[in-house]
C-alpha cells in the first residue's frame, strides 16, 4: 500500500507557542489530505479536508485561525497550531485517499505535549 | 445519538479464542464500511472493507455487514498476542468526500 509519513512523530512546547506538523503522500499524490485528532481513549475525530491549492474546509467546532492548513503541493499537506495550550495536547493524524473510497493511507501520528 | 457506536472494551481473551466485534450505525447513507486496526501510538492501518451486506473473509478476519439492522461486525479466528491492539470501525457515505466517520474503538488484549 502507499505510505504517509509525519514529522515530527512526537514534540513538546510551551504553552502560547506554534508548532507546525508535516504530513507527506511518499509514493503517490493526493490533492485532498484529512487531519484527525485523537484524545486518549477516543476515536479519530476529523478536524479539516486539506485541499491542494485551495483553502481547507474545517468541521464544525475547529477553529480555522487556531488550526491553521496549508497543502501546498500534491505531497505535502502542514498543520500549524498556533498559541498551543495545554488542552491541544492530543495525538495529531493525517490520512491521503487512494484510488478507490475504502482506500485511506493513515501517517503514524504526531503526539504533541503542551506544557 | 452518536452516527457510529462501538463498545470501547477492553475485552480480553485467551489466545486461539474467536473474537467478535461490533458497530451499530445510524446514519443510512453509510455505504462503505471498514475495520482499521491501530497499535498503540501508532496511527491505523487498514484491515478490511465491504460495502455490501454479507460477508467477507480474508484469512482470520472476516467482516459481515447487515444494512438492515444498521450493524457491522469483525470476527478474528484463532487470536493471536500481535492481535492486541485497539479496533476501529469506520464508515463513509457515497459521493466524493471521502470523509471517515469512526467508532470509540475496541481495545482487544489477546493473553497468551
Known amino acids: 500500500g502507499a505510505v504517509v509519513s509525519q514529522h515530527p512523530s512526537r514534540v513538546i512546547c510551551k504553552s502560547g507557542t506554534s508548532v507546525k506538523i508535516e504530513c507527506r503522500s511518499l509514493?503517490?499524490?493526493?490533492?485532498?489530505m484529512f487531519w484527525y485528532r485523537q484524545f486518549p481513549k477516543q476515536s479519530l475525530m476529523l478536524m479539516a479536508t486539506?485541499?491542494?491549492?485551495?483553502?481547507?474546509?474545517?468541521e464544525q467546532g475547529v477553529e480555522k485561525d487556531k488550526f491553521l492548513i496549508n497543502h501546498a503541493s500534491l505531497t505535502l499537506s502542514t498543520l500549524t497550531v498556533t498559541s498551543a495550550h495545554p488542552e491541544d495536547s492530543s495525538f495529531y493524524i493525517c490520512?491521503?485517499?487512494?484510488?478507490?473510497?475504502?482506500?485511506?493511507?493513515f501517517g503514524p501520528g504526531t503526539r504533541l505535549t503542551v506544557l | 445519538q452518536k452516527e457510529v457506536e462501538q463498545d470501547p472494551g477492553p475485552l480480553s481473551v485467551p489466545e486461539g479464542a474467536i473474537v467478535s466485534l461490533n458497530c451499530t450505525y445510524s446514519?443510512?447513507?453509510?455505504?462503505?464500511f471498514m475495520w482499521y486496526r491501530q497499535y498503540s501510538r501508532k496511527g491505523p492501518e487498514l484491515l478490511m472493507y465491504?460495502?455490501?451486506?454479507g460477508n467477507k473473509e480474508d484469512g482470520r478476519f472476516t467482516a459481515q455487514v447487515d444494512k438492515s439492522s444498521k450493524y457491522i461486525s469483525l470476527f478474528i479466528r484463532d487470536s493471536q498476542p500481535s492481535d492486541s491492539a485497539t479496533y476501529l470501525c469506520?464508515?463513509?457515505?457515497?459521493?466524493?468526500?471521502?470523509?471517515?466517520?469512526f467508532g470509540k474503538g475496541t481495545l482487544l488484549t489477546v493473553n497468551p
Open positions: 490520512s491521503a485517499p487512494g484510488q478507490s473510497y475504502n482506500e485511506q493511507f
Open positions: 509514493d503517490f499524490q493526493a490533492t485532498t
Open positions: 486539506s485541499n491542494e491549492g485551495s483553502k481547507a474546509t474545517y
Open positions: 446514519n443510512s447513507a453509510f455505504q462503505y
Open positions: 465491504t460495502y455490501s451486506s
Open positions: 469506520a464508515m463513509l457515505s457515497g459521493g466524493s468526500n471521502y470523509k471517515l466517520t
